[in-house]
């Protein structure tokens, strides 16, 4: 039940990031610097949580080595996100075989 | 006002927009699932997880520290309040984004948007449907925005309860390569804007290296995978956001 208890946490400071604002701000936030953090974040966040996470997303790492590579790759040519998310798992897939 | 059918302005319109996120989300979380899973969480408890938080990386980096405290904890996990914090931490920081696209959405809602609307609408809030919500033209209707989360939500809690109940049935390779899906699709957010904008690619190459660097050096093992993240995000934000200051919308 603590794990039940924690998501909740989780749940209820998430949802906080998202109501607070849509119901308490009516103006427009002037600082630069917040503005700029802000416009970054997201990206730092991902990039932060994905490396280096993804090496040992797999049982093997070089298989999860391969995944990532192929994910890259198709990002980089700007493949939809879910075909990029499969190919990854795909190309990990064949790896694990061997 | 424009009332035609077609406009965004009903509910079937936005549960038809929503269908491609769901079809995404469901592959996603399944992946969610079978990660929460191996972690050792119950599939009862990766179920609420996703039906109460609706977020990929806030539940990724929780999923990461409630599984390392239930690791050391060898099977009977005791609440802590550290970890109560550090889970909150992370997902104040992580989640964060979503107050810049509430702030963004509060100017793209229609007057039908009372306080109540407000407090339901905004659970809603995520990379997609927030981005397909306020490309769309004209105000969002309230039903319009709840059809789109409509398709999108269940899929989410779907796929995860799937994933966490498939992981234990798939042959081990299958569900070790869907654990990887989930960085696949943070790669498929970041890699493209880093392409195309030098600032967004050095915020990315800063985060990546700091969080390589401090998982590597012994000297910073102390340190938990919720607050390395935290601490990563925030130093790469900074730093890019002192290096290329983003133009203030007028």
């Known amino acids: 039940m603590t794990v039940i208890i924690y998501v909740l946490i989780m749940a209820a400071v998430t949802y906080l990031t998202r109501m607070l604002p849509l119901a308490l701000i009516r103006e427009k936030i002037r600082s630069r610097f917040i503005i700029s953090l802000l416009t970054y974040l997201p990206y730092t966040v991902l990039s932060a949580l994905t490396f280096p996470a993804v090496f040992y997303a797999t049982s093997s790492t070089a298989a999860?080595?391969?995944?990532?590579?192929?994910?890259?790759i198709l990002a980089f040519f700007k493949v939809?996100?879910?075909?990029?998310?499969?190919?990854a798992s795909a190309a990990s897939f064949i790896f694990l075989l061997f | 006002m424009n009332t035609q059918k077609g406009t965004g302005l009903y509910y079937k319109d936005g549960l038809r927009d929503g269908i491609p996120i769901g079809l995404g989300y469901f592959s996603v979380s399944f992946g969610m699932g079978i990660l929460a899973a191996s972690k050792g969480f119950s599939a009862l408890a990766a179920?609420?997880?996703?039906?109460t938080n609706l977020t990929s990386a806030g539940q990724a980096a929780g999923i990461e520290v409630i599984g390392e405290a239930l690791l050391k904890s060898g099977g009977a996990l005791v609440f802590s309040l550290l970890t109560a914090g550090e889970l909150a931490l992370a997902q104040l920081v992580i989640n964060l984004r979503y107050s810049l696209m509430a702030v963004s959405l509060s100017q793209?809602?229609?007057?039908?948007?009372g306080s109540g609307h407000r407090f339901l609408a905004s659970a809603f809030i995520t990379d997609e449907i927030y981005a397909v919500g306020v490309t769309r033209k004209g105000d969002i209707e309230p039903r319009y925005w709840y059809g789109l989360a409509t398709v999108p939500y269940f899929s989410w809690a779907l796929g995860t309860l799937c994933g966490a109940l498939a992981g234990n049935i798939l042959p081990g390779a299958v569900g070790s390569a869907l654990g990887i899906a989930l960085y696949g699709m943070f790669l498929a957010i970041i890699v493209p804007p880093a392409r195309d904008n030098g600032a967004v690619c050095f915020a990315v190459c800063v985060a990546a290296a700091l969080s390589c660097l401090m998982f590597y050096l012994p000297f910073f093992s102390f340190l938990s995978a919720g607050f390395r993240v935290i601490i990563c995000a925030l130093a790469a934000a900074c730093a890019a956001a002192l290096r290329s200051p983003v133009e203030a919308e007028k």
């Open chain 1, 64 to 72: 999860s080595l391969a995944g990532c590579a192929v994910a890259l």
């Open chain 2, 47 to 51: 179920l609420i997880m996703s039906a």
């Open chain 2, 108 to 113: 793209k809602l229609s007057p039908r948007f």
């Open chain 1, 80 to 87: 939809p996100m879910v075909l990029v998310a499969l190919s």
